[in-house]
């Protein structure tokens, strides 16, 4: 039996050269999320939500995409229940699909970018809730019918609600007093 310093060395040489083989990777994913970023240099709000926003970056970072799209989703499911109920819309948070409808009907937001949420909502549902194999919307399905390697479809569908995250993020951002 190994003992533990032999297998904390190990360990971290196993760690090095993944750390190396992914940093090209992780430096391409950092540089196309300063384009999409926009942040003052402190925000406050709800502490669920605002981890949602940091860890959806971090997640996108290390290249874990499915975490990335079902966070960034989540962030705009509150943001999307936090803006309708403090316009009056709602007195709790709806279904993120009825958060959707209703943002349209009351026009909280540009009708693009509800697209773009529900789309998204769409392609997140197989993670969040257990589908049928052949459900249009399982990324199976999707990378067959595209073609394409499942890690871009992911890839794709990360910067997606990466970007649009902070399109609402930075939408209901407001100033505070000093």
Do not use: Y
């Not at 992914?22 to 981890?51: N, Y």
């Not at 279904?95 to 209703?102: P, T």
């Not at 009708?111 to 459900?135: G, I, S, T």
Request: some cysteine; overall charge negative.
């Amino acid at each position: 039996m190994e003992d533990e310093s032999s297998i904390d060395t190990r360990l971290t040489a196993g760690l090095e050269r993944a750390d190396s083989e992914d940093r090209q990777a992780r430096v391409a994913r950092i540089k196309w999320l300063s384009l999409h970023e926009r942040r003052p240099g402190i925000t406050f709000g709800r502490t669920e939500t605002m981890r949602l926003l940091s860890e959806a970056r971090e997640t996108f970072i290390d290249g874990h995409f499915v975490a990335s799209l079902l966070l960034a989703t989540a962030f705009i499911e509150h943001t999307l229940s936090d803006e309708l109920q403090k316009l009056g819309h709602v007195s709790s948070s709806p279904s993120f699909s009825r958060a959707i409808v209703l943002a349209g009907e009351c026009k909280v937001f540009p009708d693009d970018w509800l697209a773009r949420a529900d789309a998204l909502r769409l392609k997140r549902n197989p993670f969040a809730h257990l589908k049928e194999p052949k459900h249009e919307h399982n990324l199976g399905v999707r990378f067959r019918k595209q073609n394409v390697n499942p890690n871009r479809v992911m890839e794709a569908d990360a910067k997606d609600a990466i970007s649009l995250m902070w399109d609402f993020f930075v939408a209901t951002l407001m100033e505070g007093d000093a």
